[in-house]
């Protein structure tokens, strides 16, 4: 299997993506960073068992913007072209953040095409709590791009992981979005999380689904896992005592160990 490709799309963009591994398909789809790069420490466990794509999204890293709205139905629509370009017909689904709303919207506009879904650390809904934060940091990353940075890296990461891990926080800065256009990317990102809102269909979802969060979460909290699995009709849920918004990376091991006895049961 090619492990990378570029995916065009009919409103001019490019998605650059990572396709590895063999077996049960396996679509990792990233947060409000929308990188391949986030998944990386989960690829090499599951790619030993399965067929793992993974993307940059519209805008991001490797993948030029195209000229379609940011919207979340538009990133899952982007998602279902890569399936298309990549010849997978139906896949699991694990989004995690932003992620977990585009794998949602998947799972309402295209069920035949999902086989499981994973929501991990995302929402359902809007709500105020999420309105609030994510408007101020909106506001802070056209006044002071290196403080939106430097405070996204104090919201994701567990204190005790980032204090031992402080060159993630200088990537996180060498990364800042200093440009207008790349601020304009970011900006067009937050509008469209703040603006998804599929409470009133998750219902319709009959997937086996299993939801993940972290009790320590201040930047989608363990309280919106919990609603979110109350909306699902097959929703398991396991709450980590600890990991904050990026469990996936902090505490990987625990992850994987809870992921792949679900996807094995």
């Known amino acids: 299997m090619n492990k990378s490709f570029i995916a065009p799309l009919e409103d001019g963009a490019s998605i650059a993506g990572m396709d590895e591994g063999e077996g049960e398909a396996i679509f990792l789809m990233s947060g409000l960073g ?5 998944w990386q420490p989960c690829v090499e466990v599951l790619s030993a068992h399965h067929r793992v794509l993974r993307i940059d999204q519209r805008g991001i890293a490797a993948s030029s913007r195209g000229t379609a709205p940011c919207t979340i139905a538009q990133l899952a629509r982007d998602c279902l072209s890569v399936m298309d370009a990549r010849g997978v017909d139906s896949a699991v689904l694990i989004g995690h953040s932003t992620g977990g709303c585009i794998a949602q919207e998947i799972a309402l506009i295209a069920p035949e095409r999902v086989k499981r879904l994973v929501l991990s650390g995302t929402w359902g809904k809007k709500n105020r709590y999420m309105r609030e934060l994510f408007s101020l940091r909106r506001n802070m990353l056209v006044s002071d791009p290196r403080a939106y940075a430097s405070t996204s890296a104090f919201l994701t990461f567990e204190p005790s992981w980032l204090n031992a891990n402080w060159s993630r926080y200088e990537i996180m800065l ?12 970011v900006q067009e990102r937050i509008d469209a999380l703040l603006d998804f809102d599929r409470g009133a269909d998750l219902h319709q979802i009959k997937l086996p689904t299993l939801i993940l969060g972290s009790r320590d979460d201040v930047l989608v909290p363990a309280f919106l896992q919990e609603q979110l699995a109350k909306l699902l009709p097959h929703a398991e849920i396991h709450l980590f005592s600890h990991g904050a918004h990026f ?3 902090t505490r990987t091991e625990a992850f994987f160990q809870i992921l792949i006895n679900w996807l094995e049961s």
């Open 174 to 185: 060498d990364n800042a979005p200093l440009t207008g256009a790349e601020q304009h990317i």
């Open 247 to 249: 469990f996936p990376i």
């Open 34 to 38: 929308g990188t391949a790069g986030f």
